[in-house]
Every structure is written in C-alpha cells, then in structure tokens.
C-alpha cells in the first residue's frame, strides 16, 4: 500500500487531529495497530444533512472501504464499536434495514463479530418523525440509535468492571433486608450470591445518555469565537464507556468521522494515544477547543437525582376504555393539524398539504 504524508491539524500530548479523508489517514497506519475504532459515522437517511451523509440505498456500497481499512488496522483483540441512528422509508411510515444490513455486512463480508449490541436511548430527543408521530400520531418517537459492538476475533479485549454503576434505590433495599434464594416463575435459579454487596452494579446493553450539551466549554468556545457548532455530536459520556471497557491506558483509539472529536477528547482524559480524521475544516476549528482551554480533570459524580433516567411504565395511563378508534386505512389519509390550547398561531399545515419526507 502507498503510503501518504499527512500533516495533522493539531496535535497534544496523545493525540493527533487531522483534516483528511479518513482513507487517507488509514493508509499511513500500520496493519494491527489499533485497539479501538470508535465512531459515529453519517447516517443512511433519506434527506440530505449539512455535515454530509449518503442516502440509505448506496450507504453499504459507500462503508465498504472503510470496513476494509478498519479491519486491517484493528489489533485481533481489538473492537470497532459504531454508533448509528435508524431511518424511515421517505413519505412512509415504515423503518429503513440499512443500518442491519450495515452490521449483517461487516460480519458476513468482512469478517467481523456481533460482540454484543447497545442501544442509545437519549432522554432528550425530540420526538420525531413529526409526520407520524405529532400530525397522523401512528408511531411514537424514535428515541433510540443502535450502537453495534463488533470484533475481529471472538475474544475482544474487554471488562464490565470499568463500567459498573451504582445499585439502584430497589437494589439497595434488597440488600438491606436480604434475599430468599429460590427458583423464580421463569425458571432461573436466584441464588443466596445474589444478595452479596458488590459494590455496584453490571450495567445492561441499554445507555441511557441524554444530548444536551448547551453550556459545555466546547460550546462556550465556539460561541466566543464565532465558530459553528458541529450539528451531530455524541455525548462524551457514550465513547468514554467503550474507550473505558474496551482499552488499557496507553493503547491506541480511533475515530474515522471525527467531527468535532469528542472521541479524542475523552482519549486525551484517559491518557489513551489517539487519531481523529474529519474533512471539515469548520468543525475542526471548534474541536481544537477542546484540547486548549484547560486541564483534563476526572468528572464529578452526579448528583443523586441525575444518576437515573426512568422510563414510565406503559399502562400507568391505561385507565378504563380507549378513547379513540383506530383508522381503518392505518392513518393513510392526514388528518387536518388543529391548534394547541392557548397557541394563536395558525396551523402550519392542513390536511390537504402533500406528505412529506418523515423526519429522520
């Protein structure tokens, strides 16, 4: 393979920012090199986003050199873990395969494992598609992204013991008062090791991570200078979890779709080595910000009432008869928008306006 001189766009004591085609920066490093690959790339959506993405029908062709490149760099103890967000069929309300074929793909084509699957469930996502969701009110939000862990042997390096949690409230009672040990109704055997004081919890395959960084210092820095925001950030506490269980300090992470390189930023805190690659400059301007401003510092626990996200049962609103029947056409013919109580202003659409493309 040719090799190409790239010159980083910035560089700490970890890590290097480089303002490349990831391709490019992939060709410079050696075959098992890597310990994790860890990114989020453009989604497969159905409409055109500003930071670039390709349409869901030409994505697999699209990943197809990446998956190449990942699988030569990664170490065979290493992980490729890719966060990655659904779509929905343009004008229907049903959901696009890609990113299963994306994940069925990189098994079957190139020679990876399914480790285990996550799922993402940002607490503060709006709820979209609005089309389906708020107007013809067929589907509920779409909260979730998948996040799929893959491997190039069967035995990644990895420990559960990095990420542990604390107990929860109903935990901590058990422990107090004890625990029978006995068969439950589903057969499984709960033993008296169940009511052993570990200290903290395993946590389940579901991330409960909410996005909302208005008032981080990434945030304030480019407010300051007048830099535009990247619009599709992931919270650094998502790649601090894989960066945690998946690698030593000292080994080797990278992230192919930079960004503004949240992925870098939490290396650098973890005294991991680090590479990120992005091709637009304008978000690199603001990634810089992150490596400038002030020492890394291990986070503060948070408070009590932010170390949980609950999630209502479904039948606490299920109280006598439902109030409306379904739509025998399965809400095919849009219904006209009325107004909110108090809201004065008029009705965006009507029921005789076009469909348009569902919100990803």
């Known amino acids: 393979m040719s090799r190409v001189v790239l010159r ?62 990942f699988h030569r760099i990664l170490k065979e103890s290493g992980s490729l873990v890719i966060d990655i967000g659904g779509a929905w069929k343009p004008g229907r309300p049903i959901r696009s395969l890609y990113h299963f074929k994306l994940m069925i793909m990189l098994c079957e084509e190139f020679g990876f494992h399914l480790a285990q699957d996550f799922y993402w469930w940002n607490p503060s996502k709006l709820p979209t598609p609005a089309e389906w969701v708020n107007i013809r009110r067929i589907r509920v939000k779409d909260g979730i992204n998948t996040v799929w862990w893959l491997s190039k042997s069967e035995w990644p390096r990895a420990s559960n013991r990095r990420v542990l949690q604390p107990y929860s409230p109903s935990m901590e009672v058990l422990l107090l008062n004890g625990y029978k040990a006995k068969k439950r109704p589903s057969g499984h055997e709960i033993s008296d090791k169940f009511s052993i004081n570990n200290g903290a919890a395993i946590p389940p395959n579901l991330l409960a991570i909410p996005n909302t960084e208005s008032n981080s210092a ?45 992925t870098g930023e939490v290396a ?50 299920w109280n006598g008869p439902d109030p409306i029947p379904l739509a025998s056409d399965g809400g095919r013919k849009r219904p006209p928008v009325r107004k909110a109580r108090g809201d004065s202003s008029p009705a965006s659409r009507d029921a005789s306006s076009p469909v348009q493309d569902a919100a990803e």
Not at 18 to 40: G, I
Not at 229 to 257: C, I, K, N, Q, S
Request: hydrophobic share 35%; aromatic share 14%; net charge neutral.
């Open 8 to 69: 980083p766009y910035h560089l700490t004591k970890l890590g290097k920012i480089y303002h490349n085609d990831c391709l490019d920066v992939m060709s410079t490093m050696r075959a098992n090199s890597v310990d994790l690959v860890m990114t989020s790339p453009p989604f497969g959506l159905t409409r055109e986003k500003e930071y670039g993405n390709v349409r869901e029908q030409a994505y697999l062709d699209w990943f197809k050199p990446f998956a190449e490149e």
């Open 218 to 262: 990434y945030m304030r820095y480019c407010q300051e200078r007048g830099i535009k925001t990247h619009p599709a950030r992931f919270p650094a506490d998502l790649p601090e979890y894989f960066v945690r269980m998946l690698t030593d300090p000292g080994d080797m992470v990278f992230d192919p779709f930079g960004g503004s390189c949240v």
């Open 268 to 317: 650098e805190r973890l005294a991991r080595k680090w590479v990120c690659a992005e091709m637009v400059e304008n978000y690199l301007e603001g990634a810089v910000g992150r490596f400038v401003q002030k020492p890394f510092t291990e986070r503060p626990m948070p408070k009590d009432a932010d170390a949980y996200y609950r999630v209502p049962r479904p039948s606490l609103m």
